[in-house]
């Protein structure tokens, strides 16, 4: 067995690019057909049914991986500071994708055809704060600069929710039930009145 391996750098005003290529006899043939690769991979993706064999962790991995190579986390400017991962990849992908996001995150992810293109996408915190933990539990070689992006510590919007909730269900015992609370607590009026339904409902009981 001989592997050879060659590595070019491009650079440009802007970046610098790294291509490596790995030329191999034995190991190559063996990953193509344990994965099902087949040649011009872009427009020709593996029987999904391969994969189903393996169990989530490691297709979470791949997933990982797929982010990683055709992704990107991107951060939202908006009051929540909100973070979207969005995958983008050739549109022969979307019945391979579809599955993958059936299997792993029961069907949470978005998934939209346009052109050639089709786009994976999810807003879930939770969604992104598991997979990171996977990385760290396997300490995967994942692209920092990626899934640094990412806040352990940061909190749902449900999770926000849970808190708020309790906190106005203090203000509602002192009889506190002002306008200003949803200024205080950064929610709609609609949502104080809501919140303050529930609270009379548990109450009552």
Known sequence: MRIVIKEK?????TST???I??????????????????????????D??????YNAELLKS???G???????????????????LIINIHKRWAEFFNELNIILFNGDFKLRIANNMVSITTWKIEILK??????????????????????????????ELNVIKCQLFDEFKCDHFKPDLAKKYNISIQTVHNYFKLFNNVTQK
């Not at 790995?22 to 063996?30: Q, S, W």
């Not at 999904?48 to 064999?53: A, D, E, L, R, V």
């Not at 640094?148 to 510590?153: E, G, R, V």
């Open 17 to 19: 690019g790294r291509t």
């Open 130 to 159: 598991h997979l990171k933990k996977h990385i760290q539990t396997f300490e995967l070689p994942a692209l920092t600069r990626k899934w640094n992006k990412i806040d352990m510590n940061k909190m749902t919007r449900y999770e």
């Open 66 to 84: 797929f982010v990683d190579g055709d992704g990107c986390i991107h951060e939202v400017k908006n009051k929540y500071k909100s973070l979207l």
């Open 62 to 64: 791949l997933f990982i």
């Open 9 to 13: 750098i491009t650079k440009t005003s």
């Open 21 to 46: 290529r790995v030329y191999d006899t034995e190991n190559i043939i063996k990953i193509i057909n344990k994965f099902g690769i087949h040649a011009q991979k872009t427009y020709n993706p593996p």
């Open 48 to 53: 999904i049914n391969i994969y189903k064999k």
